[in-house]
């Protein structure tokens, strides 16, 4: 089983590259890392981006980690992407991506990845706009996929999200998704499960199971993203939590079951800014033990 982990916990708190790069290896033991682009905005100028991915480059050489992937976290999030209503807020989101990558290949990645964008509550209720928007999607992704080789990435990462208005958000739609771009990209497109998203049960209902994901995806799943959950909010709990539900053994076993255990799972906590730095650290610790024991079935000498 692939274990990672992904920088959200670190964001605005241990910043500097070395420092998040021995907690990484050193207290959480980990070393598969997957960078987020909330460490570093791929639209900061390309003379700051430079000096910043080297660092990031030479702390993961410095303390043996492999960075993966880099993917969108909170930042990115917020906006409307690919899906934005407007062609100009639409290219302007390509051209994110396209830097994205650039600062995906240069911090040592094989992929780049996040959630593709929102549709507006008004394009989504206009059936033809609403159509319109997801051809055009598949034209932004194939057009990514070119970028996306020419800076030398293999795989470019699709993250499923729990709103109606985001592509792709059901088992389903991310079949049709991928069998529309067939034959259409350079690099391979892959899906990553978040297991907050596809367990939301507001959406998906109080009989949401991993299975139906696992089964139905199967290889289409390039990455899982890890989290504690009570299930009815994207909750991106730590271990332990008195409020989250989520079983991480269970999980472990469905991946084997589906064949899919080649595939990394890289934990993705993000803790409320205003956490105290000393239990942001502990929980995030604790996370680590609780993930290395339950899904990578480690023994694991920490309390
Ligand atoms: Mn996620
Ligand atoms: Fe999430």
Known sequence: MKLGINLS???KRWVEPPVWARIVRETLGLNLVQFTYDLLDPWWPESVRRTLTAQVRSAASEWDLEIESAFSGLANYCFDGLLHPDKAGRE????WWKRAFDVAAEVGAKASGGPLGGMSVSDYSDPERRERRYLDLLDAVAELSEAAKAAGLERLQVECTPLAR???YTVQQSQKFLKDLEGRCAVSVKLLVDIGHALYQP????????????????HS???FHLQNTDFQSDSHWGWPDSRGLFDVAQFAHGVKTAGL???PAFIEIIYPFELADDLALRNITSTAV?????FAQEVVNQP
């Open 166 to 168: 985001e592509i792709p």
């Open 221 to 223: 799943i390039g990455a």
């Open 9 to 11: 916990f670190a964001i």
């Open 261 to 263: 255990q080649d595939v």
């Open 92 to 95: 302007a989101s390509l051209e």
């Open 290 to 294: 609780h993930c290395r024991r339950e």
């Open 203 to 218: 959406l998906y209902g109080p009989g949401a199971r991993m299975p139906e994901w696992l089964n139905g995806l199967g």
